[in-house]
């Protein structure tokens, strides 16, 4: 066959005479993406994902199909092409069905593959769910203990009967990893040479740590206490999350080579300046430990103190056990600090404890099971009061502090969408305390930050997609920021997100992240009426009586036993071939958008009801229709198992006469190029 | 002794289903009972003549008389016998007969004259001459060169030069990609399935003249060397098809099809294909696949199909009107269908004229007439004298060409200025009653349903095109529906594998074009000017104007009007379903439509 | 293998013409699944798989024939099928209203059979006859100039010539 010459972006190529576009530019490693076209079948043509332009010619061309000739000039880039490609994606997306991610993916913070680790534990592979799960959370044993678990509130398996205890399989990953002898120890890249400071050991610096550190930068925190672990050590009690367990986690995140500088306190002992000078970039990870302000006259007397400052205390020893035998004490504020306020104060000894909410309990933000537990511990709770005066020493008091409460009503809806409380006007109540601890709110210590843009409330200013702060080598995440103290795992999340953005920041790359463009879909009950009901296995927690006296862990972890069921349980309703497909791999290269034109899907659910492959999983409602499974079959299996049925923009793929021909080799699903055939999971 | 009159009904299948074969059947037996003594007169059936606004149509001799109902059979039996009869209340206007004489007839030169199901008739209008020509004293170059001559273009719609695809199944080696067990050979394939809506010239000379079309065939398997045809004839024209076979029987018994027609070494046998029902298999590779018993997918050209084409060898596709045109060319030459016609268009063109116009029907005129000439000249303007407002050519491929463009030229040039297109040649005349953004609504429905589903942009564009023209349509369209069109018209018009997607944007992106305002006036003004979009139109009763009948809150099926006997009447907009019996009941046209 | 499918008699003939002609196999799959739906009025999955056995064409690509063509049918119509055209002419001439009316009086969506089995219809593409536009056809006869009563009374005839017909067997 004759040589010819052909110019490909610029690149002169040699090609033969035969050879399609395609293949001379696959030959060179060009990439031109298509949809339909495999070397072993009959040029097709279908998806024109392919075409590209051609010096002197009107139309585009499928270069799948076209033979090259001698000095053709091919470019692959331009405007037209790009928008070609852009086009194709955006049509097959308007109607191809799927979830790319399950719902427990989406919601979480951090986005884990939580269907994944599932189905590892499932199989009883816990090595390789805890290196699944690192990927994401490099604490999975101290997260799982203490998530408020996002990714369970969004599990369909609820449409079932109950959500998939995620958090709890995911602190058995953690458990086993900790506990094995050799724990996952990921590959670390070439060392840069580059230098990053992060400022704040807890969650949030020790995450951003771990990620940068793969990238074989060298890494230091500098951390103002004496041990890292931040709100981790410090705001979540030892009965939810033991000192060890926290330990041997940071300690596998030390291990990857981080420097750990404690008792090091920016504007005391260093200045975010210096750092700046020192280091290629630095992460800003500080927290929020100030307690906000309980704003009712009082507020000021002795025996009158923070949540934050008061679990700090509880956590460092300055406040002993048994401290609080006989006292009565008040916890004002609704949310998961309180109720750790709350919880510690029982241990502590406390005869009474008070807390006091302005709303009901139904608007609590803390978690449901942690009211229930402070509750089954006997915390007294006070809902619809507010603190509107706190006095001492008034006669004929027993007690040194006397609060007066006003008693509140819900009204209508407030921004946030819950009711809003209104005092009755004229209904009051008081209580008489040994003392009030406010747990209402935290925020950033701004000294040492004053170099940094800050929102009106005190937060630190960062970018919402790079981190970036108003220094360009300064990135900041966590409670620190922006909208304040959130969940670990959010600062988890914005920690490896930020770690992504300092690393192409040091190569001079454009931070901002590359858009994710998925599909998702809206399910109902009615989608998983075929289930078997089956309940969620629940870690087993100790009895109040009991738990109560002391700071050991409330409950244990599942055994292997329990795990493996438990994480059967769960739908795997995301996608299983999202790591493969190649409709959203392109749909990301070329951000090309889903709902560009809607989605309306056309009707496959006839392919539901006639015969189904053997061990091949059929989703029809992923199909492109780019006909491989069909060729193929029929062109290089020789059998003709599956066919087109209907014409036009119904058209489905379905087998018929599997019985007599289909020889059950899976070359169908090996070649969809979606989720809509694959091997069945075995 | 006088001679005894010929007499004929027209038997298309329009005149048909306007009642022809009663008449005919009226006719035909009426003179057979009545055994005359003085005469025998024959009555055949003929095809159609075009005029079909005036079916059913019977000629005595060169007598027209149009509408013929029962009592007009009997008034013209009475002529034909010498009676005293009224038969004149039937004869043709003149100004009806002019339509014929504005015409210039080649490829419908026998239809409505001859029948179809006599050869000898076909004969005797100088039939298979041609052919004679071309077998016994022409060379395959000869002949070539003769059409080269001719400047005859496909009609089918593409308007491909015929002789180049000639000379290229001609050159092709037949022995190309082959398998061994079969026998190398050429195929001539006619596309006569004629499936843009508004086009039925095609039919009308399969049905009217089957023979002009076999004989066009005969003469381009000579060229290109060929001994086998299939005609692929649409399943909805049975009549074409009975015509077609009695045509090629009646062909093979005086030997114009068979083993060494006209005495000479030249073998040419035929067979007929009825499609099944797809749009998409008008397209020429499409058209192969359903031949070869496949799904009518379009493939990829090249390799066209004069290279590799029905059973990957090398194939001769055109249309019937094409084909029609070919004996005429040889017995005339070339040159004097040259004569006619423009500079880049030459010979004659038939036009189906339906819609708004008064006289529908067949016209077969020069190319470079203007588009008035056919509305207004041949068509005698529009029904009830309205407004032209827009013609729509070339179907779902084609545009609506506005009223103000009516001295365009029709040419394949000028016509693709104006993003409209020759096509098969359908002319839907259009008056101020027809919304435009309906049409194109209602022709993306029609590509959308047609698409074989191959290629993304058509399968799925369509679609989506034709989703957003629905909410346009149904009162819901939204601000940025005309540029999503306009985005989605060009990636569909770049990316589609076949002319199907390719030209399915044209009837947007036309009525885009000459009627922006209209689309704005859905979506922004809610408000359809041509009172057809149900969803944004509103009825009101004028109290001035009603008196009171009862009779449309009678008729209303949402019990949506109220009013007491001699009462102006009211409209219950929420109740309203919009589907205009009030207006249609109401005798006072007291309902008005906003 | 033991086939548990009808004996499909009729087609008999046809099929074994098919197995002579083994020079045009795959072209006379069409007019072989045209000439059993003009046997059986429909295409049913049964026969659908008699007749891939008999041809060695596998079912999938016969069924992806049959479902790609609207010609054939996967279900059975009534006695008296309809096409109505909603070719371009036919629509501006105002073929949606005929449309409106069959299914008021048949009271019956698009491809769905009557109660009384006696009608089917279908809207098609083009039927050609676009001059006497909007036009239906009702078995091989063509109706034109539609109007909705005028429709209606089409249908009415059709039914009454039916019931004639039945009540007449029923006295013989």
Not at chain 1, 338 to 362: H, S
Not at chain 1, 554 to 564: H, L, P, R, V, W
Not at chain 2, 361 to 384: R, S, W
Not at chain 2, 426 to 448: E, I, K, N, S, W
Request: glycine share 10%; hydrophobic share 35%; aromatic share 6%.
């Amino acid at each position: 066959m004759n040589e010819i010459k052909i110019t490909i972006n610029g690149r002169e190529l040699i090609g033969l005479e035969a050879q399609t576009i395609l293949e001379i530019a696959q030959n060179n490693n060009i990439e031109i993406p298509t949809l339909c076209h495999d070397k072993r079948i009959e040029i097709y043509g279908a998806c024109g994902i392919c075409a590209v332009e051609a010096e002197g010619s009107p139309k585009l061309l499928r270069a799948c199909a076209v033979h090259a000739s001698d000095g053709m000039v091919i470019r692959t880039d331009t405007e037209r092409v790009l928008q070609n490609r852009k086009t194709v994606l955006e049509l097959l997306l308007s109607d191809h069905e799927g979830d790319c991610l399950p719902p427990c993916t989406l919601a979480c913070p951090a986005e884990t593959d939580c269907q994944g680790y599932a189905a590892l534990v499932a199989k009883g592979e816990y090595g390789k769910a805890a290196e699944l799960v690192m990927e994401k959370i490099p604490l999975p044993a101290s997260i799982g203990r203490v998530c408020p678990h996002p990714c369970e509130t969004a599990c369909r398996r609820q449409l079932v009967e109950e959500p998939v205890s995620l958090a709890s399989l995911k602190r058995f990953i953690g458990d086993y990893n900790i506990g094995r002898t050799a724990p996952c120890a990921p590959q670390i890249e070439q060392e840069s040479g580059k230098h990053i400071a992060i400022i704040g050991g807890g969650p949030g610096g020790l995450s951003a740590a771990y990620y940068l550190r793969l990238k074989g930068h060298t890494v230091t925190i500098y951390e103002a206490e004496s041990r890292m672990g931040g709100m981790l050590r410090y705001g979540i009690p030892e009965y939810r999350l033991p000192d060890s367990i926290l330990q041997k986690e940071i300690d596998i995140i030390q291990n990857t080579g981080i420097i750990f500088r404690n008792n090091v306190r920016i504007g005391q002992d260093t200045s975010l300046e210096e750092l700046r000078q020192n280091h290629d970039a630095v992460i800003v990870a500080a927290g929020a430990w100030s307690d906000s302000k309980l704003r009712c006259p009082g507020e000021e007397l002795d025996g009158v103190t923070g949540g934050i400052k008061f679990l700090y205390e509880a956590a460092t020893g300055k406040i002993k056990p048994e401290t609080f035998k006989g006292l009565k004490i008040a916890v004002v504020g609704g949310g998961n600090t309180a109720m750790d306020v709350c919880r510690t104060a029982v241990r502590l000894g406390a005869e009474k404890v008070y807390n006091i909410y302005r709303r009901t309990r139904n608007e609590m933000p803390a978690e449901e099971i942690e009211i229930t537990e402070a509750e089954e511990e006997g915390v007294i709770f006070k809902n619809l009061t507010n603190p509107i005066e706190i006095s001492a020493g008034k006669a004929p008091a027993d007690r040194p502090l006397t609060i007066r409460l006003q008693i509140m009503e819900l009204g209508e809806p407030d921004s946030s969408g819950r009711r809003a409380p209104v005092p009755v006007s004229g209904k009051e109540e008081t209580i008489e305390v040994d003392m009030v601890i406010s747990a209402i709110g935290q925020k950033l210590n701004p000294k040492g930050f004053e170099e940094l843009s800050m929102t009106k409330w005190g937060t630190l200013i960062a970018d919402g997609q790079t981190f970036q702060t108003n220094f360009s080598n300064v990135f900041a995440i966590g409670d620190a920021t922006n909208d304040g103290a959130d969940i670990a795992v959010s600062a988890i999340g914005e920690a490896r997100k930020a770690a992504e953005a300092v690393n192409k920041f040091l190569y001079g790359q454009d931070v901002n992240p590359s858009p994710k463009r998925l599909v998702k879909t809206e399910k109902t009950a009615e989608d998983f009426n075929d289930r078997e009901k089956l309940p969620r296995h629940k870690t087993p927690c100790r009895n109040p009586n009991e738990r109560r006296k002391d700071s050991l862990e409330i409950n244990s972890s599942f055994t292997a036993g329990q795990a493996e069921k438990e994480a059967s349980r769960c739908l795997a309703c995301g996608c299983l071939d999202f790591y493969d497909c190649k409709l959203i791999k392109y749909a990301n290269q070329f951000d090309a958008n889903p709902v560009k034109y809607g989605v309306s899907a056309h009707n496959r659910s006839d392919v539901k009801n006639k015969e189904t492959l053997p061990n091949i999983t059929q989703t029809p409602e992923k199909c492109i229709l780019c006909g491989l499974c069909v060729r193929l079959c029929e062109e290089e299996v020789g059998e003709g198992v599956l066919g087109f049925v209907g014409r036009g923009f119904g058209t489905v793929v379905m087998p018929a006469g599997i019985s007599d021909v289909c020889r059950d080799c899976g070359k169908c699903a090996e070649i969809c190029p979606t989720g809509a055939l694959m091997k069945a999971y075995q | 002794m006088k001679t005894s009159p010929k007499i004929t009904v027209g038997k298309g299948s329009c005149g048909i289903a306007a009642g022809a074969s009663e008449i005919f059947e009226i006719l035909s037996n009426t003179i057979a009972n009545h055994a005359p003594d003085v005469f025998t007169p024959s009555v055949s059936a003929v095809g159609c003549i075009g005029m079909c606004y005036l079916e059913p149509i019977v000629n005595v001799d060169d007598k027209t008389f149009i509408k013929v109902d029962q009592k007009g059979a009997g008034e013209i039996l009475k002529l034909i016998k010498g009676e005293e009869n009224h038969a004149e209340n039937y004869e043709i206007r003149r100004e009806d007969l002019e339509i014929l004489s504005a015409q210039t007839r080649v490829a419908l030169q026998n239809c409505g004259i001859i029948n179809p199901e006599d050869i000898r008739e076909y004969i005797e209008k100088d039939g298979y001459t041609a052919a004679r020509k071309c077998v016994l004293e022409m060379s395959p170059e000869d002949i070539i060169a003769e059409i080269k001559t001719s400047g005859l273009s496909g009609r089918g719609g593409a308007g491909f030069p015929t002789w180049f695809k000639w000379q290229a199944a001609r050159n092709a080696s037949a022995g190309n990609s082959v398998s061994p067990e079969r026998k190398a050979k050429k195929y001539i394939i006619c596309n006569a399935d004629e499936g843009d809506p508004g086009a039925f010239m095609d039919r009308a000379i399969l049905e009217g003249d089957p023979h002009a079309m076999l004989e066009g065939m005969l003469i381009a398997a000579r060229a290109i060397g060929s001994d086998e045809g299939i005609i692929y004839v649409r399943a909805e024209y049975p009549l074409a098809i009975i015509r077609l076979e009695k045509a090629i029987v009646q062909a093979r018994e005086k030997n114009f099809l068979g083993e060494n027609i006209f005495g000479s070494d030249f073998n040419f046998n035929l067979r007929i294909k009825a499609g099944a029902g797809a749009f998409v298999c008008g397209e020429e590779t499409a058209l192969i696949a359903s031949l070869e018993g496949q799904r009518g997918m379009p493939r990829l050209k090249p390799p066209f199909p004069a290279q590799e084409g029905y059973r990957k060898m090398p194939s001769n596709i055109n249309n019937v009107e094409t084909y029609a045109n070919v004996p005429w060319i040889i017995r005339n030459g070339g040159s004097k269908f040259a004569a006619m016609g423009t500079e880049n268009s030459k010979g004659t063109k038939v036009f189906a004229l339906t819609g708004k116009i008064k006289k529908g029907g067949l016209a077969e005129v020069p190319m470079g007439k203007t588009i008035n000439d056919v509305v207004f000249g041949v068509g005698g303007g529009i029904q009830g004298d309205r407004k032209l407002k827009a013609v729509q050519m070339g179907g779902p491929s084609g545009g609506c060409i506005p009223a103000e463009l009516g001295n365009t030229q029709i040419d394949y040039r000028t016509l693709a200025q104006t993003g409209a297109i020759m096509g098969s040649g359908g002319m839907v005349v259009m008056d101020d009653t027809t919304c435009m953004v309906d049409m194109a609504r209602f022709f993306l429905d029609f590509t959308c349903k047609e698409s074989c589903g191959k290629c993304v942009h058509c399968r799925i564009g369509t679609r989506r095109m034709s989703e957003i023209l629905e909410r346009i349509c149904g009162g819901e369209g939204r601000d940025g529906d005309i540029e999503l069109l306009e985005e989605l018209a060009e990636n569909i018009k770049q990316g589609s594998l076949c002319a199907l997607g390719q030209t399915a944007p044209n009837p947007v992106l036309t009525t885009l074009r000459y009627f922006r305002n209209e689309y704005e006036d859905h979506i922004t003004g809610r408000k359809c000017t041509a009172l057809q979009c149900k969803a944004l139109l509103s009825y009101n009763i004028e109290p001035k104007a009603c008196v009171g009948c009862t009779l449309c809150a009678k008729k209303c099926p949402a019990g949506a009007i109220t009013g007491a006997v001699k009462v102006p009447h009211k409209i219950i907009h929420d109740k309203c379903v919009k589907c205009g019996e009030c207006v249609n009941v109401c005798k006072f046209n007291a309902v008005a439509i906003n | 293998m033991n086939c548990n499918c009808k004996n499909f008699t009729l087609l008999e003939p046809y099929l074994q013409k098919y197995e002579g002609d083994s020079a045009n196999k795959e072209g006379n799959l069409i007019p072989l699944l045209q000439k059993a739906q003009d046997l059986y009025g429909y295409l049913p999955p049964d026969l659908l798989a008699h007749i891939a056995e008999r041809t060695g064409i596998k079912l999938a690509k016969i069924i992806g024939v049959v479902t790609f063509y609207t010609q054939f049918r996967t279900k059975p119509a009534g006695k008296n099928l309809i096409l109505l055209c909603q070719g371009t002419a036919c629509h501006v001439n105002g073929s949606p209203a005929i449309e409106q009316a069959l299914k008021e009086e048949l009271g019956v969506n698009e491809d769905e059979i009557t109660d009384d089995g006696l009608f089917t219809y279908n809207n098609v593409a083009c039927l050609g006859c676009c001059s006497l536009s909007p036009v239906m056809m009702l078995g091989d006869k063509t109706y034109g100039n539609l109007t909705k009563d005028g429709t209606v009374e089409i249908l009415k005839n059709v039914r009454r010539e039916a019931l004639n017909i039945e009540s007449a067997e029923v006295k013989s």
